[in-house]
């Protein structure tokens, strides 16, 4: 059962990619980088390309922490979902197949100045 | 001539039956599934209601009284606080802070359970059920009413309580209680009982007060005490409805464990979602600390929660499925909290700021498996970012929990370097959440939770369309005033130069 309902009840979502003008959301996460509460929350055009949006809407928001001038998107791990996954970043957003709500994490593997302590 | 003599006073027992058996008739023109038709639906089995007993048997005329008692009582103390500038007897602007969050998040679930049991009040067939919802219902709104009431002369001089209401549909922070009680309100009776009878007043109720309302006594605010004694004699009455509510399903049939058991689970776990923000204030913003969040829960949660559970073992039902994933984040759960509201200052309506040496030399205390390997080097960090002039803000908004709303700031149980990542496809829609137990909860019931305003992704739709500034007008956020860090506010001057007048010369 989908619902306890006294009947059939089907519910509408309320962040379908239409509501959005044209856009989606990605989430984007950056690995063991907690100074960051949660993966970055993007709303661009799907047919932006994935290289333009790390750049200028991603990377930005990495700068307050002291590893991100360090970080070259093309040599980083990319998990799209939850799958190991290689970016085409000439590519579009949708080309890439990076769906509405889509979360990329990548993954920096030595590079952790803030989280050193923790490990 | 002999006059017959009526019976002076009733006794209570006949009284209360007096006063109440017009509710119980028998319909004859309509069938009794007709006039209660909510009661059946979410499955739970009710052979004799009769048996559903109100152990208090307070009547109308009882309860009026001791409220009008209680009420004559607060009021004064009220008054007296406004007139001497009980104000500034708290500690510290800071303490403001808690407040403020109470008054947002908090207070208006107070009306919200008000509502739910006003309705719960009609839908149940029993008369005792029907009465007790009845007076819970009047309490809580008498709660968000003295609440309000209290916390209005702060709204006389600082900032971030002007718009509380607003705050509580609108701001992202406010959705997780919102939903909380969303959740419970848009529920069946029974499953409302174990949400708000259970659940909340009684497993978790204590987690909220008691700390709460002795922070309120340690931080010199009376006006807050005197609210949470008025409402505390209330809450003997609320939590044994809410136990006697699950005895009742327990004891009514056998098949009412399993749907019980479920519920159990659920409102364990959003409860204790929910009560990390109680947590937080607890352990960063009370400027005098009472205990620490986790000492708290080690009283309240596991010792008097274990205890509870192990009494209603003997009807089958064992502790909610997340207890030990929530002693996993009891270390954890209000740093990742705090470090969150402080990176997302700008929208919030009330003051976060970096802990000082002496709070994270507590908190090192409190917390000394993990507050100084994970967490204090990155309060060092943002001290450093905001020495060298580019105070730390992430612009970047969060990911929410679908089912509890709030951003999913927490780590995985076993792995607090990790933030925890669940998500599900649902009729071809991506859902995330922020943990196993808000990721079951919507499992059960997706056609409910798709459903979700989510608070953030609301920003990019109409009307706002993304206009941050347009979204704070909407939330009725004074941008410079109400947000930011306490550090240089308006609240943090004005609460000095008005105490500096207060107790010297100048």
């Known amino acids: 059962m989908a619902v306890t309902s006294t009947k059939p009840y089907v519910g509408v979502p309320r962040d379908r990619v239409e509501n959005f003008n044209g856009k989606q959301i990605v989430y984007v996460g950056w690995d063991q980088h907690m100074l960051f509460s949660t993966p970055f929350m993007i709303v661009v055009e799907p047919g932006m390309k994935l290289g333009d949006m790390l750049q200028n809407a991603v990377r930005p928001l990495m700068q307050p922490d002291p590893d991100a001038p360090a970080v070259d998107f093309g040599k980083v791990e990319w998990l799209k979902g939850k799958q190991p996954w290689t970016p085409n970043f000439e590519a579009s957003l949708a080309d890439n197949g990076i769906r509405h709500k889509q979360q990329l994490t990548f993954r920096t593997p030595g590079l952790n100045t803030l989280g050193a302590a923790g490990r | ?506």
């Open chain 2, 1 to 506: 001539m002999d006059m017959t003599v009526a019976k002076k006073k009733l006794g209570l027992k006949e009284k209360y039956k007096l006063l109440t058996r017009d509710l119980g008739w028998e319909p004859t023109y309509h069938n009794k599934d007709e006039v209660f038709p909510y009661v059946k639906y979410e499955g739970i089995k009710v052979h004799d209601w009769e048996k559903w007993e109100d152990p208090f048997r307070l009547t109308m005329d009882a309860y009026w009284k001791y409220q009008a008692e209680k009420e004559r009582k607060f009021y004064a103390i009220i008054d007296a606080h406004a007139q001497n500038n009980g104000h500034l007897n708290i500690t510290d602007a800071r303490y403001l802070s808690a407040l403020k969050i109470f008054l947002q998040a908090i207070s208006p679930g107070e009306y919200c359970a008000g509502k739910g049991f006003a309705r719960m009040g009609r839908e149940f067939p029993g008369v005792g059920t029907q009465v007790a919802c009845q007076m819970q219902a009047i309490d809580e709104i008498r709660h968000a009413q003295t609440q309000i009431h209290a916390l209005s002369n702060y709204n006389k001089f600082y900032n971030g309580f002007h718009a509380f209401a607003d705050a509580r549909d609108r701001m992202w922070y406010c959705t997780l209680p919102r939903s909380f009680f969303d959740d419970a309100m848009s529920a069946g009776p029974f499953e409302f009982m174990i949400a708000i009878g259970f659940s909340f007043e009684y497993v978790l109720t204590n987690l909220l007060f008691v700390p709460f309302m002795s922070g309120a006594a340690y931080n010199g605010d009376m006006a807050t005490v005197t609210f949470g004694f008025s409402a505390q004699s209330d809450e003997a009455r609320h939590m044994t409805l809410g136990l006697e509510c699950i005895k009742f399903m327990l004891e009514q049939d056998p098949d009412n464990l399993p749907i019980v058991q479920n519920w159990i689970d659920k409102w364990f776990w959003r409860g204790f979602r929910l009560l990390g923000v109680v947590g937080t204030m607890m352990d960063y913003m009370l400027p005098k600390r009472v205990m620490s969040w986790r000492e708290a829960f080690e009283i309240y949660g596991i010792e008097n929660g274990g205890a509870l559970f192990k009494d209603l073992a003997r009807y089958g039902i064992r502790p909610p499925k997340g207890w030990d994933d929530a002693g996993k984040a009891l270390d954890h759960m209000t740093h990742q909290f705090m470090l969150a509201l402080y990176q997302y200052q700008f929208g919030t309506a009330f003051h976060s700021w970096i802990p000082s040496e002496e709070d994270m030399a507590w908190l090192s205390k409190k917390y000394p498996t993990t507050f100084d390997k994970y967490y204090r080097p990155r309060w060092e960090h943002i001290k450093k970012l905001k020495e060298a002039g580019t105070p730390y803000a992430n612009m970047g908004l969060a990911k929410l929990c679908q089912t509890c709303q709030i951003p999913t700031v927490f780590t995985e149980p076993d792995d607090p370097t990790t933030l925890c990542h669940r998500e599900v496809e649902y009729k071809g829609e991506t859902y995330h959440f922020c943990s196993d137990g808000c990721q079951h909860i919507f499992e059960k019931e997706p056609e409910k939770y798709i459903q979700g305003w989510l608070p953030l992704a609301a920003i990019f739709q109409a009307p706002l369309n993304g206009d941050l500034g347009a979204w704070m007008e909407w939330v009725s956020l004074a941008d410079g005033k109400d947000n930011g860090d306490f550090a240089g506010s308006e609240d943090q001057r004005n609460f000095e130069a008005w105490r500096n007048q207060a107790t010297s010369n100048q």
